[in-house]
């Protein structure tokens, strides 16, 4: 295959924080840019602001929550909002670019561990398996990226001692999440920096968790076994967290080739 790059970024408001998309865009290249937390209804999304660009653009919002979209070199050869049966349009979207399946997730948060919102969650990453079982194959290339809400190993978050009845880290939820990587996705990133502690969230509440490091990696590209033998780099790039007004969350990207 030729060289593919994609990177998955909470935007946390795309109207907010366009600067930053456009400025990542122009200097970084992606063959495709998956977006979470867009936060505007469709009729509202910022499509002015891409023409030009060389981008197509597919999205799904709704106001002031959730969100998905995709921005992308290729004209995609396919797009899904939805699961299978229509629920969570805002949430989940699935393109067809350049031959690859790209799964664009936005997976709830899940408020507390003894909420109706964390079962949830649960149950969320089940349909989710459910639909790659449905849609994809792992014998194909695939690739499932996106805020996963999750944390899935203690290196992957700060104090992790402190945080074992955290929803985006209680074992229950991890759990989860690695039932539905196991249906045949390999994360990248842990493929190719096995022991390296990288975040990309720092939570707003905490006013100086970037500059002490106190943070999650909950953001995540997945791919199947065939096509993560072909990732040859994948980065966290902190320069959208330094910028001015940034999302809490900061830009993930990989090449494959």
Known sequence: MTTFKIATFN???IRRRLPIVQNWLTH???????????KVQDAEFPVE??????YSLVFRGMKAYNGVAVLSRSKPEFV????????????????????????????????????????????????LQEYFTKHLSPCEPAIWCG??????????????????T????????????????????TDVFRRLHPRRQQFTFWDYR??????????????HILATANLAKECRTVEVDLSPRKAECPSDHTILWAEFS
């Not at 970084?28 to 867009?38: G, N």
């Not at 939805?82 to 936005?106: C, L, Q």
């Not at 805020?147 to 074992?164: G, Q, R, Y």
Request: charged share 20%.
């Open 147 to 164: 805020d996963m809400n999750v944390a899935p190993e203690p290196i992957d978050v700060f104090s992790p001692e402190k945080h074992l």
């Open 80 to 127: 899904s909002a939805g699961f299978a049966d229509g629920k969570d349009p805002f949430r989940i979207m699935h393109v067809v670019i350049e031959g690859i399946s790209i799964i664009n997730t936005y997976v709830p948060q899940g408020t507390s561990i003894d909420s109706s919102k964390y079962q949830y969650k649960l149950e969320w990453f089940r349909r």
């Open 166 to 185: 955290h929803v985006c880290f209680h074992q229950d939820v991890r759990q989860a999440y690695q039932q539905t990587v196991a249906w045949g996705f």
């Open 11 to 13: 935007v946390n408001s």
């Open 206 to 219: 905490r006013p100086s968790a970037l500059e002490a490091n106190r943070g999650w990696r909950i953001d």
């Open 49 to 54: 602001a891409f023409h030009g660009t060389g």
């Open 28 to 38: 970084r290249k992606p063959d495709a840019l998956c977006l979470q937390e867009t």
